[in-house]
């Protein structure tokens, strides 16, 4: 296997008798025709699936969120067969929290909720050696490689475990956290009598029937054929008009998110992944919510309501009609990409998904005595932080 410390931006000329190219970095705009396919043709084959990580969300990402291009596409491929075998952004950082230590993460933004590369299944650990050995050599590479939201024991990570051991070192679990997921072999209406209980479901029923006082109640989820904008237009303004709209944290609060978002379920409906549902009240959406639908999983992207109508809980609503989910054959299960112990969904998707945040160090020698370093400053900062919090509830 040949790994380059260093490899031509898509597009430049390979000298003629080159040996075989294992990585390469990408230009996401202008991306050959190859790679393109390449990288679509991994969402089909990828070890876990990852709409975040396809061609159509990334892409537009890196392109629109990443304007001081900090961030490297890279492709990694088989040297011996020559096929691409996975694509992962990442980035140069120079701080690691409060710490100036310069090291390797894997890019994202705020919107990029599952951290995990696509990888051709059967090649998790070949990819993470070949990402691993290039990152060594690579001379803005430095002393770790730092990867957010990897699912805790799945192909990926349990394969990143088995790489870092052969290299001579430990990939390092620095953060968990646990957030709602939907996956059962229920029906919906089973699921729903078993998840809410019932003096919640009967709540629910209540506010409904006041809800339909209200107007005409509907539930609507977008059909291929129908027009997407207006779709797209309908909930940047439901929520912009609640409290991320006040916060400025709303995806219509700036220009380059907005922009994103509309290029990217625009790609994602061409791509055939978007699930787009909304609760109609005399025709206007009160809860609208957009997910991904990237078999044999699901991600609940993000999701709106109108708080004028808070009182009657349109968000849990919609949330019960989507779980007609559970009757799609081709998903096992849904992330719902929210925040661990996030009132409305916790109450609604029993089971849990399990994310880590992992450190693998990179293989130079004063790389690992940073890497040492900093494995101990973080034990021993956990250590005084469980003695705190033992004091404080004593």
């Known amino acids: 296997m040949t790994v380059h410390p260093a490899f031509p931006v898509d597009g430049t000329p390979v000298p003629a008798g080159a040996a075989p190219l294992t990585v390469r970095v990408a230009d996401p705009l202008a991306l050959s025709s190859d790679l393109a396919a390449a990288w679509d043709a991994l969402a089909a084959e990828a070890s876990e699936p990852n709409p975040f990580a396809e061609r159509w969300c990334l892409q537009s990402a890196l392109h629109l969120l990443d304007p001081d291009r900090q961030a490297r596409l890279v492709f990694v491929r088989d040297g011996d067969a020559g096929r691409v075998i996975g694509v992962m952004p990442l980035a140069a950082a120079t701080r690691y929290g409060r710490l100036p230590l310069r090291h390797v993460i894997g890019w994202a933004h705020p919107n990029h909720f ?147 978002f509309r290029a990217m379920l625009t790609g994602a409906a061409a791509a055939g992944r978007l699930d787009l549902r909304a609760l109609d009240l005399d025709g206007c959406p009160i809860a609208m919510l957009v997910s991904f639908l990237s078999p044999p999983g699901g991600f609940s992207f993000k999701t709106a309501f109108d708080e004028d109508y808070a009182r009657f809980s349109p968000g849990v609503l919609l949330q019960q009609d989507n779980l007609d989910l559970l009757k799609d054959p081709r998903l096992a299960w849904v992330d719902s990409c929210a925040a661990p112990g996030h009132p409305m969904i916790d109450s609604v998707w029993r089971e849990r998904r399990r994310l880590v945040w992992v450190n693998v160090p990179l293989g130079g020698r004063a790389d690992r005595m940073r890497f040492a370093a900093l494995r101990q400053v973080e034990i021993l900062w956990r250590r005084w932080k469980r003695s705190a919090e033992i004091q404080d509830q004593s």
């Not at 956290?177 to 809410?196: F, G, H, M, N, Q």
């Open 114 to 260: 599952h951290g995990a590369p696509l990888v051709r299944a059967g090649c998790e650990t070949l990819f993470w050696s070949i990402l691993l050995g290039w990152c060594d050599a690579a001379p803005w590479a430095h002393t770790l490689l730092h990867l957010p939201r990897l699912t805790e024991e799945g192909p990926l990570h349990r394969a990143l475990v088995e790489a870092a051991r052969a290299r001579g070192g430990e990939a390092v679990t620095v953060h968990r956290e646990a957030r709602a997921l939907l996956e059962s072999d229920l029906s919906p209406e089973a699921y729903w009598e078993a998840a809410v209980r019932a003096k919640k479901r009967k709540e629910l029923r209540r506010q409904a029937s006041r809800l339909a006082e209200e107007g005409a109640l509907a539930f609507r989820r977008w059909q291929t054929k129908e027009a997407l904008d207006p779709w797209l237009d309908a909930f940047l303004a439901l929520e912009a008009c609640g409290w991320k709209g006040r916060a400025g944290s709303a995806l219509a609060s700036h220009a380059d998110t907005e922009a994103w």
